[in-house]
């Protein structure tokens, strides 16, 4: 039994999505993971080495779920008032404001997949990056917008400040949607221009050992002396924020982002003052608990004593 189109979307907006669209699950094609091999042979992706595994997985996504047919890939909108190119340091990455996206949009995508199965049968698995999904592509795929010169999905007329969800399931649509097939970045570089580290390779992707965003957060050394921090203490927004699509983007509606999360107002002292055991306690739920303390405590010092 197939589902209509539209009403599965509709059943994914009523659950906070901004967009969505609908693939068939099918394998990448050998030009799209021989660019991420060419990244990754460069030495890009710096010493997260859980790149350079399953890339079967990222090849096929039928793989992440047996029998999988389709692909429901939604975006969350997470732009808030606060979320400005001026915000006062020490500045922590919009995403990360408010509650971890990894739960959140999960709990707000599961009675989608129970509607699904209870109504068209079928089996889902949920994806919110942190299966090896190749999340931008299957988005464009998706009709959803297009990957841009800073490597992020970019939603014409409103930016890039989205968190990339994926349904798999078992089950059929009546249609599926088109690619994205309407104009990019053109000649525009203020990304790049942006980037206080020049990490932007200009060609849609960055060398993680330059990116503030990998540098603050998933790095397990030290950041180079002679790496600006920008008044970043957790990640960057600088190449988002200097896009002219994101000059109107559309503010979200979702309570999860709207209300601060604690762990998002600490102050330089505050981290310096943070044990282990606190610090957990307030990081949880928030995609603060990604970073080790004493990491956080390093870029601290360094905002505080430049």
Known sequence: MTAPYAT????????????????????????????????????????????????????????????????????????????LPDRPAPRIAAYARGRDYHIFVRERLAPVCQWLADTYGGLTRICTDSAPLRERYWAREAGLGFCGRNGQLTVPGAGAAFFIATILWTGESDTYSEPYSGPGCGTCRRCIDACPTHALRGDGTLDCRRCLSYLTIESRTDIPADIPLDGNLFGCDACRLACPHAHAAPLTLLPEMLTTHPAAQLTLDDCLALGTAAFRRLTAASPLARVRLPHLKATALRLKNP
Not at 29 to 48: K, T, V
Not at 52 to 75: F, K, T, Y
């Open 8 to 83: 599965v979307i509709e059943h994914v907006k009523a659950a906070g999505a901004y967009s969505a669209g609908i693939v068939r699950a099918r394998p990448v094609p050998d030009a799209e993971m021989a660019r991420l091999q060419e990244w990754r042979r460069r030495g890009c992706h710096a010493d997260m080495q859980w790149i350079e595994r399953n890339d079967a997985l990222r090849r096929d996504p039928r793989l992440l779920l047996d029998g999988a047919r389709s692909m429901i890939v939604c975006l969350f909108n997470y732009h808030t008032p606060d979320d």
